[in-house]
């Protein structure tokens, strides 16, 4: 394989389309509301056109990267900035507890993420809320509408549930693909996502929350008669006893999963904990 067969290789490998339009990295910095005193996380830093951004707003940057190819050139731009920090690693493999649990202080998550892997990196940064206050990512465009959808809309699924229970979320701005290298196949967008420190609505489980919505839009097409009275049953109650809690809910039996909100799921969530807990 020639080298640049090697590089283009390693582009697709890992979801890489390096940003190269300053003033959107000035825009995507921006929005991170970065104080002097903020420690920050950059996944996938690439060619480094952000991490010099965010290091003119904070000297404490850590930035993982998985693509050696890109390492030493990271090293011998950046690593003479006192508090920078750069991990050779997955990111979906990186302990955040260690990297970030020793300090009361909150981080705040800016990055140009890798497409490929954008469900997984948002669910990561779900489970670790406890350290994040605040993530400025790039993503996909049609990511970044699932992730802000509202009920009703054909977006509206999973991501925006997990995200909806935890976090506000909104679309900054949309991203042409020239303003990339390569220059991804679709529009890109920004989306801002501050973490909450208690849920956004009333929950006792969140694994059963999730189990529901699960159930739920796996089979979106369906009403919600047909996909939450069979998992009431999966655990343990009598149909009649499924049917009675539903129509307690107060939510129409004839609806789809994209019509609930997240209030309405952790409400069904609740009553199931409450039955569970009798």
Do not use: W
């Amino acid at each position: 394989m020639t080298p640049t067969a090697s590089r283009l290789y390693k582009k697709k490998r890992f979801g890489q389309h390096f940003l190269v339009n300053n003033g959107i990295a000035d825009q995507i910095a921006e929005l991170g509301g970065l104080g002097a005193d903020d420690r920050v996380l950059e996944i996938g830093p690439g060619r480094g056109i952000l991490t010099e951004r965010l290091l003119a707003r904070t000297p404490q940057v850590t930035a993982v990267e998985i693509d050696r190819d890109l390492i030493a050139g990271l090293r011998e731009r950046f690593g003479g900035s006192g508090g920078f920090r750069l991990v050779e690693s997955d990111i979906l493999a990186v302990d955040m507890e260690k990297l970030f649990g020793d300090r009361p202080e909150k981080i705040t998550v800016v990055s140009n993420i890798p497409y490929n892997i954008s469900g997984p990196i948002v669910e990561m940064l779900i489970r670790h809320r406890r350290l994040i206050s605040r993530a400025v990512l790039m993503v996909q465009k049609e990511v970044a509408l699932r992730l802000t959808a509202s009920p009703g809309s054909k977006e509206y699924g999973l991501p925006t549930l997990n995200l909806g229970l935890c976090a506000r979320t909104a679309r900054m701005m949309d991203v042409r693909p020239e303003s990339f290298d390569p220059p991804p196949e679709v529009m890109s967008s920004v989306v801002r996502i501050d973490f909450e420190d208690q849920y956004l609505h009333p929950l006792r489980d969140e694994g059963i929350f999730r189990e529901l919505t699960g159930a739920t839009f796996r089979q979106r097409r369906k009403m919600i008669r047909n996909t939450i009275i069979p998992y009431f049953v999966s655990r343990g109650m009598t149909e009649e006893k499924a049917v009675q809690l539903l129509a307690e809910s107060g939510i129409r039996p004839d609806l789809r999963p994209e019509n609930l909100s997240v209030a309405e799921f952790a409400r069904l969530s609740d009553l199931v904990t409450e039955q569970e807990s009798e």
